[in-house]
C-alpha cells in the first residue's frame, strides 16, 4: 500500500521549514533497500518510505555524528531516530535507537557530493542557530496575459493555516490574484483567483499588528501575513481601490444586531457572525470562535429545557459561576496585587486543540513535540470537562462552535491510542468522549446543545455574555465589576506597553499561548432580544425557541488546509444582509455564499478605523483603516457567520414562512417532483442557480440543502433552463456566448455550441423540449435539441438584438424583448416576419400567461400585460422601476421586483396584492418555481447571491 499524502507540515517540528525531497533507497535497522522520499527539512531528516507498513524514520540533525561516502551510498551516522506514521495513522512518535547507528542512503538521481553538500549546509545553519534561506522557486508566469492584466503588486507573503504558516508568492492584478506556494508538500502550481470568485476582504491582526488580509472565496479562506504593515497596506491599497472586490464594513453589525433582536436570524448565526467581526478566525488558533458553555446540567437523565436549572448564569464570565472558586481568585488578586484574576483564558489554542483531538490529533501533537498530552488531561468526559471549568483554578475555558453545530465528530474517533486516565486503577481513554446522561449520541448531543443555545431562555440573556466577551464588560471598570478580569497581554492594549518587542519570538510566544481576548465590537450595552411572541400573548416557555433556527450541517474543518491533511472547503458561513462595501461605481453589494458552509465557518470582521475613532455605531473599530477609501462605499452587507448551510430567515409577511439557500449569481430554472439516483434519496423540487465561473449549483429546494455544482466552461452562467418534458437536462448560457446542455443526472456535459453572441442574454427550452431559443447581442437562435441533449443546429435566426425569451404554452410561437417591444413570432415559418409586434419601448423580458394572447413583459412603460390580438395593452403599471429578468408568475400571484422589494399583483388587472423585502441587497432577478408538493418558492438573484424563500399557504393564498 502506498503512502502517498501521509507525511504532511504537520508532521515537521513547530517552527521547522520543509526545503526539498529526494528519492531515495533507504537501509538502516530492520529496514533493508526501502524506497522512499528524503524530505529534508530545516531540522531533521525524514524517510518518508513508499510503503505505509513502514513507519516515517526522523534523523534529528542534533543527533547526527558525521556525514560521508560509501561508494555510490550516502552514510549518516545517527543512533538514534524517531519514528512515526507507522501503518499511515496519525499518532505519537517513538524513540529508537539503529542498531550499528549507520543509515546507508542510495540516491535515485540527486549526485552524491551534491546531496552532502545540501545536508552539510542544512546541518551547519541548525548547529549554530542560523535561519536557513530558503530560495524562492522559479515564479510561473504562463497563465498571465500582461497585455490585459498587468500585475500591480508582487510580494512574498504567508499563507496561513492552523498552527503553520506557508511561504508564498502572490501576484495581483486588477482581475485576479495569483498565488505559488513556495511548498511542494502542499502543491507549487500557480493557483488563480479571479477577482469575482473574492467574497469578502477583511484587514487581520497578527500579534496585535495590522499584518494579515483574509479573503473569502467559494470554497475556501485565504489567510495572508505580510512581512510588514506597509506591505499588507500595499496590497489592501490595490485590492480595494484597483478591483471590485467587497471589503467589511462597520456598519453591518449594527445592521445584524437588529435582525437577532427582531427574530429574523438564530443566535448561532448571530454568535458566529460577531466572532468574525471581532477578529476571530479558523485559520488562527489564538483567536479561534469562542462559544459559551449554556447547558450546566451533565448528570440528568433527561434534559428538561424549561427548567431554569439546565442553564449556566450567562451574566457571569465561567470564572465567576463559582462562589468558594471566585473568593479565592479575588483574594489571590489582593494578596499579588496583579490587576487581573484569571491567570488562564478562555480561549487558547490547547484548548482548542483539547476539544478537537479527536478531529485534528495532528494539531495536539504538533504542540507537544509529537506526544499527545498526559491521559488525565486529555478531553475524555463532557460531564468532567464541565466540573473542571467550574471547580478547577487554573480552568476557565469556554467552548468552540463545533459544540452547536454539525453531527459531533469531534467527540468520538477510532483507534487513536490516546493513554491512560489512571494506571491505579487503569482506565484508558475513551475513544469516544463520555457524553452526559440526556445524549445518545454525538450528534444528539449537538442537537440537544443547540436546541438549549436557541431556547428562550439563552435568548432572553446571551445579551449579557455578549457584553462579558464582546462588549462593554470586557475591559476596564466594567470589566472588573463583572469579575471579568484577565492577564495584560491578552488585551490589544498591551501592544502599548514600553519595552515590548514584538519581533521577539519569547513575545510571540506568550501572546499565542495566552490566548487573545476578541477585539471590543460593542461600545454600548448590548440590547436584549424582543420576546418571542406566543399565540395566546402568554409568556413562552423557556425551552421554546424560533422555527427553523436548530438546522445543523456538516462539521466544521480548517480552511485552506494543505494537500493530505484533513479535508476543508471553507470559512466561515454567513447569511442575512450584507456586510460588505464595494467601490462607489458598483450598482450591488455583493456578498459570500453560506452555502459553502456545509463545510467550514469563516466570517466578519467589522472594523476599519482606528480605536477611540467615530464610526457612528455603537461599538469600536481596532483595525487600521484602509488607505485611499473612496467616497459612497458605505453599503451594507451582514452575513451570519454561521457555519450552517441553511441561510437565516428574512423578515416577511405575517404567514410566510421563508428559507434562504445563498448558491450564487445570475438566473434560475428548477423541476419539480424529481428523483435523481446517487443525488436525490426521494423526489425533490430541484433548482439550477447560474453563477460565476462557470458554476452551476443544484439546489433542493425541497430541503433547502445545496446538492453540488456542475461545471459549465469558466465564465459567468448568465441565464438557465429546464424542459418539464426532459426534467434530467438543463441548458445553461454564458458570459462566453456558449451555450451548454448538461445531463445533470448522468454528470456529463453533452454539448457545447457558440451562438455568435459576446455573451447569452436568455435561453429557453420549449415545453417539448425539443427546441431551444437563445437570445443575445447579435440576434435569436433556435436550436434543434436531440434527445441525447446535444444541440442539431441553428434551424430559425432573427437578427436584430434580444433581451429576454418565452415561448408560448404550446410551443407554437416565441416571443423575445427587443429594442423597440415584444416580437412574436413563429418559428416554423423560416425567418418569417413577427406574427405579432408590440410597441412598447425596450423591454427586458418577458413571459406568456396562460391564455395565450396574452404576454407579459418588463419594458420601458413599465410592467405590462399585452393582448398581442388587439396589440396593446391591458394593463401597464408604470410606477416603479422594474428590473430585467424579475418578473415570475405562480401560482395566482404575478410576481415583480424594483430595488430590493419584491411585489405582488392581480394578474388580471395589476393590481397591487402584497409587497415585502427579503434583504437589504438590491435585487437583480427573480424567479418564481410552483413545487411539486404544492409549495412555492421565489428565487431572488442578487450580486454572487441567492436567495430561495420557501412560502408557505395560508387559506389557500400565499
Known sequence: ?????????????????????????????????????????????????????????????????????????????????????KGGKVGPSEKLTIKGDAHQIKLAWERPDRFIEKLTALLTAFTEGVPYTLPDPATDYSRINF??????????????????????????????????????????????????????????????????????????????????????????????????????????VESMTRRWVNRTISTYEYLMSINWAAGRSLNDLSQYPVMPWVIADYTSPHLDLDSAA???????????????????????????????????????????????????????????????????RLFHSLPQTWDNVTRLPNDVKEVLPEFYNGVGAFLTSSDLNLGWVSKDPPVKVPDSVTLPPWASSPKDFVTKNRAALESEYVSERIHQWLDLV???????????????????????????????????PAVQAQLTEFGQCPAQVFTRPHPKRAPLATPDGSAPKLGARTEAHCELTADLQPPQAPSGLAAS??????????????????????????????????????????????????????????????AGLDVECMHSAAACAAAAAVAAPEGWLLRDIEAAHAAAASTPNLEIPDLTADQVDLVFVGGHAGQLPIVDATHGTRLRALQVGTETVTCVAVA?????????????????????????????????????????????????????????????VRDDASLHGVVQEWGEPAGGACWEPAGAWLAYGCEDGVRV??????????????????????????????????????????????????????????????????????????????????????????????????????????????????VTHHNKRTYLQQLRAQGGAY
Open 825 to 938: 413570432v413563429d418559428p416554423r415559418v423560416a425567418r418569417g416576419a413577427p406574427k405579432y409586434t408590440v410597441e412598447v419601448g425596450f423591454t427586458k423580458s418577458c413571459m406568456f400567461m396562460d391564455d395565450a394572447p396574452t404576454l407579459l413583459c418588463v419594458a420601458a412603460s413599465g410592467l405590462c400585460a399585452l393582448d398581442l390580438r388587439a396589440g396593446a395593452a391591458l394593463w401597464c403599471n408604470s410606477r416603479e422601476e422594474y428590473l430585467p429578468h424579475a418578473v415570475a408568475r405562480a401560482p395566482s400571484t404575478l410576481w415583480a421586483a424594483t430595488g430590493h422589494t419584491i411585489h405582488g399583483y392581480d394578474p388580471s388587472n395589476g393590481a397591487p396584492v402584497t409587497s415585502y423585502i427579503p434583504t437589504r441587497t438590491p435585487i437583480q432577478g427573480l424567479t418564481a418555481l410552483q413545487g411539486g408538493r404544492g409549495s412555492l418558492v421565489l
Open 1 to 85: 500500500m502506498a503512502s502517498e499524502g501521509r507525511f504532511t507540515l504537520y508532521s515537521l517540528e513547530d517552527g521547522e521549514e520543509h526545503v526539498a525531497d529526494v528519492l531515495a533507497e533507504y537501509t538502516a535497522g530492520d529496514m533493508k533497500g526501502v524506497k522512499a522520499k528524503l524530505r529534508l527539512g530545516t531540522r531533521a531528516v525524514y524517510v518518508d518510505p513508499e510503503e505505509v507498513r513502514h513507519p516515517v524514520v526522523k534523523v534529528p540533525y542534533g543527533g547526527i555524528l558525521g556525514i560521508g561516502k560509501n561508494g555510490d551510498a550516502v552514510m549518516i551516522q545517527c543512533p538514534k531516530v524517531t519514528t512515526m506514521l
Open 569 to 630: 472547503r471553507s470559512g466561515m458561513a454567513m447569511s442575512g444582509e450584507d456586510l460588505c462595501a464595494r467601490r462607489s461605481d458598483s450598482s450591488a453589494s455583493p456578498s459570500f455564499n453560506p452555502g459553502m458552509l456545509n463545510s467550514s465557518f469563516g466570517g466578519l470582521q467589522a472594523s476599519f478605523g482606528r480605536q477611540g475613532t467615530s464610526t457612528g455605531c455603537d461599538f469600536a473599530t481596532t483595525a487600521l483603516p484602509p488607505p485611499s477609501i473612496e
Open 147 to 252: 497585455h490585459t492584466e498587468p500585475i500591480l503588486l508582487e510580494l512574498t507573503v504567508m499563507k496561513m493555516i492552523p498552527l503553520r504558516q506557508i511561504r508564498a508568492k502572490i501576484m495581483l492584478t486588477h482581475k485576479a490574484l495569483y498565488l505559488q506556494c513556495c511548498e511542494s508538500l502542499t502543491g507549487a502550481a500557480l493557483q488563480r483567483t479571479p477577482m469575482e470568485a473574492v467574497l469578502q476582504c477583511a484587514r487581520r491582526k497578527r500579534f496585535y499588528r495590522d499584518v494579515a488580509v483574509e479573503l473569502l472565496l467559494e470554497g475556501e479562506v485565504l489567510k495572508l501575513g505580510f512581512n510588514t504593515e506597509t506591505e499588507c497596506s500595499q496590497f489592501w491599497n490595490i485590492i480595494t481601490t484597483k478591483t471590485n472586490v467587497p471589503i467589511l464594513r462597520a456598519s453591518a
Open 470 to 504: 464582546f462588549g462593554v464588560a470586557s475591559r476596564g471598570a466594567a470589566a472588573e465589576a463583572r469579575d471579568n478580569l484577565f492577564h495584560p497581554m491578552t488585551y490589544e492594549s498591551y501592544l502599548s506597553e514600553d519595552g515590548v518587542d514584538f519581533e521577539s
Open 310 to 376: 439546565t442553564y449556566r448564569d450567562l451574566s457571569r464570565p465561567v470564572g465567576a459561576l463559582d462562589e468558594a472558586r471566585l473568593a479565592a481568585f479575588r483574594m489571590r488578586k489582593r494578596e499579588s496585587g496583579e490587576p487581573y484574576l484569571y491567570g488562564t483564558h478562555y480561549s487558547t489554542p490547547c484548548y482548542v486543540t483539547y476539544y478537537l483531538l479527536r478531529q485534528h490529533p495532528e494539531w495536539m501533537l504538533l504542540m507537544h513535540n509529537g506526544k499527545y498530552d498526559k491521559g488525565a
Open 724 to 784: 418539464e418534458s426532459q426534467p434530467r437536462v438543463v441548458v445553461a448560457g454564458a458570459a462566453d456566448g456558449a451555450v451548454y446542455c448538461y445531463d445533470f443526472a448522468a454528470g456529463r456535459l453533452e454539448d457545447r455550441v457558440e451562438t455568435g453572441a459576446p455573451a447569452v442574454a436568455a435561453v429557453a427550452l420549449d415545453p417539448s423540449g425539443g427546441r431551444l431559443a437563445s437570445t443575445g447581442p447579435s440576434g435569436v437562435r433556435v436550436w434543434s
